[in-house]
């Protein structure tokens, strides 16, 4: 009983996605759980799963190639017959579980354009090939459709290249000894994106502390309360809050540089969106809190809570991972005493949380008094806000942490 296996559909938007690596070869065997290829569209990279046992008996299409959703990409056994004969039926698509994402929200790499300002057609992969090899992309003929470059058009540009002078010889240096390991899917993606944004994101950075005596006093106060039923407060949630109510305040903050267009775009969200960093086994991943700005205190915890645990069970989708121009990332609970965070892809601030620390304090009399402060470092895109936007962005969070009672009123 031969099968088609296909290009799966791993979001509501996603048309095609790049195959980026087969985790099972032609002829081998595999059981129902088994991560049979790894599929990367311009948000996520996915470890897509079998739902049963079979045997892969043939690709017929490539790592590295980019395919519509529900193209035919393998054929695959379900009794282990091997390869059938030709008059032999083929079923419908193999049955493969939801796939499990393992990267962080992001947004794909700019576009290339010529000098007259017309996009050039391409792969993602081969935009990274061309990168990778110094392929000037303005310079190649795409055999794909309508033109578009495809990695082997890249390859093929940069071999025939005239060969480069030589260069002068400098001292090589010597890599340190150590054992060798290849990343993960995960590892390798989030090293890649947040490269980019290191390097194409203009970030600056903003520091302060908030006193959150009372604020802790208040989480205390709530959680003591067992009775009700109503989920545990922790200082998470409440700096959630604080940044919801600034963000609700300050809409202009909800807005992202969007690369696509010539020239750029900005682009402005207007749904109170944020994303919150999670610690999960396979990596940090950044699932967005739909709606936080609006959310009452308890529900914002719940549904934080809820996406906290389908992130570090691997049951995030792609749209769990979209959206958002800011995010918390809370390292408190690692003893550190500031953060300062990069800006995830495709979002335009973050907000890197610090350890409560005990601080003695001058009064108005000059007298000290112990203090409890929070550090916090706002990174920001300085595309996007001036250093006035985001100070003033950034002390609202802090009113909102050192007055916490409003936190529990309506939003």
């Keep these: 009983m031969v099968r088609e296996l296909v290009m799966p559909k791993?979001?509501?938007?996603?048309?095609?996605?790049?195959?980026?690596?087969?985790?099972?070869?032609?002829?081998?065997?595999?059981?129902?759980?088994?991560v049979l290829l790894v599929v990367e569209t311009d948000k996520i990279a996915s470890e897509v799963e079998a739902d049963s046992d079979g045997v892969l008996i043939e690709t017929t299409i490539p790592a590295g190639e980019t395919v519509?959703?529900?193209?035919?990409?393998?054929?695959?056994?379900a009794d282990g017959a091997g390869a059938a004969p030709a008059a032999e039926p083929v079923e419908a698509p193999a049955p493969i579980s939801a796939p499990t994402p393992v990267a962080a929200n992001?947004?794909?790499?700019?576009?290339?354009?010529r000098a007259n300002g017309e996009r050039i057609l391409s792969t993602p992969l081969a935009r990274r090939r061309a990168e990778g090899l110094g392929v000037d992309l303005a310079a190649v003929t795409g055999s794909g459709p309508r033109g578009r470059i495809k990695v082997a058009d890249v390859e093929a540009a940069a071999q025939t290249r005239p060969t480069p002078q030589p260069v002068p010889q400098?001292?090589?240096?010597?890599?340190?000894?150590?054992?060798?390991?290849?990343?993960?899917?995960?590892?390798?993606?989030?090293?890649?994106?947040?490269?980019?944004?290191?390097r194409d994101v203009p970030h600056f950075?903003?520091?302060?502390?908030?006193?959150?005596?009372?604020?802790?006093?208040?989480?205390?106060?709530?959680?003591?309360d067992t009775e009700s039923g109503l989920p545990r407060i922790s200082m998470t949630h409440l700096v959630l809050a604080a940044v919801g109510r600034a963000l609700a305040a300050m809409p202009e903050m909800d807005r992202v540089w969007d690369d696509e267009p010539a020239g750029g775009a900005i682009l402005s969200?207007?749904?109170?969106?944020?994303?919150?960093?999670?610690?999960?086994?396979?990596?940090?991943?950044?699932?967005?809190?739909?709606?936080?700005?609006?959310?009452?205190?308890?529900?914002?915890?719940?549904?934080?809570?809820?996406?906290?645990?389908?992130?570090?069970?691997?049951r995030l989708t792609e749209e769990d991972l979209q959206g958002g121009a800011v995010t918390?990332?809370?390292?408190?609970?690692?003893?550190?005493?500031?953060?300062?965070?990069?800006?995830?892809?495709?979002?335009?601030?973050?907000?890197?949380?610090?350890?409560?620390?005990?601080?003695?304090?001058?009064?108005?009399?000059?007298?000290?008094?112990?203090?409890r402060e929070?550090?916090?470092?706002?990174?920001?895109?300085?595309?996007?806000?001036?250093?006035?936007?985001?100070?003033a962005f950034l002390n609202r969070i802090i009113a909102g942490l050192e007055r916490p009672l409003r936190l529990l009123r309506a939003p």
């Design 106 to 113: 992001a947004r794909p790499q700019p576009a290339p354009v």
């Design 328 to 371: 918390v990332s809370n390292a408190g609970m690692h003893n550190v005493t500031y953060m300062t965070s990069i800006i995830n892809p495709g979002q335009s601030s973050i907000l890197g949380v610090g350890s409560v620390r005990s601080v003695f304090r001058p009064d108005a009399a000059g007298a000290p008094v112990l203090k």
């Design 68 to 77: 519509a959703v529900g193209t035919p990409i393998a054929r695959w056994s």
């Design 269 to 314: 969200l207007g749904r109170g969106d944020i994303g919150m960093a999670v610690d999960t086994p396979r990596g940090l991943v950044a699932p967005v809190l739909r709606g936080a700005a609006t959310l009452p205190l308890d529900r914002l915890a719940a549904e934080a809570a809820s996406l906290t645990r389908r992130a570090r069970d691997g």
């Design 170 to 198: 400098v001292p090589k240096i010597e890599t340190p000894a150590g054992e060798r390991s290849k990343p993960t899917t995960l590892q390798a993606t989030v090293a890649r994106r947040l490269t980019a944004a290191k």
């Design 205 to 224: 950075y903003l520091a302060a502390e908030a006193e959150v005596t009372e604020l802790a006093a208040l989480r205390d106060r709530l959680n003591a």
């Design 10 to 34: 791993l979001g509501l938007t996603m048309t095609e996605g790049v195959l980026a690596e087969w985790r099972v070869s032609p002829g081998q065997p595999f059981r129902s759980g088994d």
């Design 374 to 391: 929070l550090g916090l470092v706002l990174s920001a895109d300085h595309r996007l806000f001036d250093g006035v936007t985001a100070l």
